[in-house]
């Protein structure tokens, strides 16, 4: 019986441990700056529990017509994403998508656990 009860208890242990996976990113709100067409795209990226949580843009100069159907709709595709991968273009607004996924590339990159 003791046997029995002492590999459960083994087996418990090693399946908990294989079930924590490495923490990837620090928690915290982090910094990115990407260049625009009329200058920094400022951005600042929150982290928790290894999730990206917000994308919030603080500073830029862009064309409001222009740019702000990417500044409502880029964010929240990060956050969906859990990254950069795979985030639409706009046509008309490139440099403004570019410079806000290059801000957000750094802003991932500082809070990665080195």
């Known amino acids: 019986m003791k046997k029995i009860i002492g590999a459960a208890l083994l087996l ?24 625009g067409k009329k ?3 400022v951005v600042s990226v929150t982290f928790e ?10 500073a830029q100069e862009e064309t409001p017509d222009i740019a702000n ?17 795979g985030v639409d273009t706009y046509a008309g607004a490139t440099y403004t998508r570019d ?6 590339e750094q802003a991932i990159e500082q809070a990665k656990i080195k």
């Open 49 to 58: 529990n290894d999730k990206i949580t917000a994308v919030e843009i603080t």
């Open 99 to 104: 410079a806000i996924v290059t801000a957000v």
């Open 12 to 35: 418990v242990l090693v399946l908990v441990g294989c079930s924590s996976a490495p923490k990837v990113y620090n928690n915290g709100t982090f910094e990115g700056t990407g260049e």
């Open 39 to 41: 200058g920094p795209v």
């Open 69 to 85: 159907v990417v500044f409502e709709n880029i964010p929240t595709q990060i956050v969906e994403l859990q990254g950069t991968e």
